[in-house]
DNA sequence: ATTAAATTTGACACATCTGTCCAAAACAAT
DNA sequence: ATTGTTTTGGACAGATGTGTCAAATTTAAT
């Protein structure tokens, strides 16, 4: 399975479509130097990016969070045993929220 | 649906055991303080605090990482519209990746 | 009502995080 | 090789997070 980081998915695609990290992070309002951070995975992504990077790159927003959602569930859980059934647990409570 | 945050969870049976807070906080190694912040949700618990609070509450310690991940992706993510898919996909990429 | 224990509060120190700035390096094009 | 553009690196400032300490409050017992 691929298990794509969210800073290769969207450096994947911002070259894919050529535009240059300076248009990209100019339209986040952040520093190219920021950007270029996140696309290598030292930093990690705000969620303020994604509507904004769903835009200028044109990938659906659905697809973007999730891919960031995965990412950082698996930098920030990823030594617990039990995540798996933790995973299961949220999403239920999350849909019953959700009504 | 409950939706039990982590910290209700632990204070609930640590007053059904009847324990003081000092005790499980000097179990832990952190200050009574400290661990009064987290059971009233003023503060995250740590991960580290998982398997000993699992040991002294006398608590599966699956259950404890269940509610601990449950309750922090509440707060993490609260506000992704696409968070379902996120954790399903989520739960794939670290099923496929334990292998 | 006093005393003792448990719990909460708020100020504090120290560490970590987040993004910027600007200089350096890598890359293209001619 | 020089110039222009993109990208990266690292020092930095300000914000946020983590836990401690000591004092204040609450609770329980007598």
Redesign the pocket.
Known sequence: MSTVTFGDYIRKRREEIEL???KVAAYL??????L??V??G???A?P?YLKPLSEILELDLKEVQTTYIADKISKDFGGLEHLSEGLKEAEKQIKSKKR
Do not use: M, W
Request: no cysteine.
């Open positions: 240059p990290l300076r309002d952040i520093d190219t130097s920021t270029s951070k696309e290598r030292e930093r990690p705000s303020d």
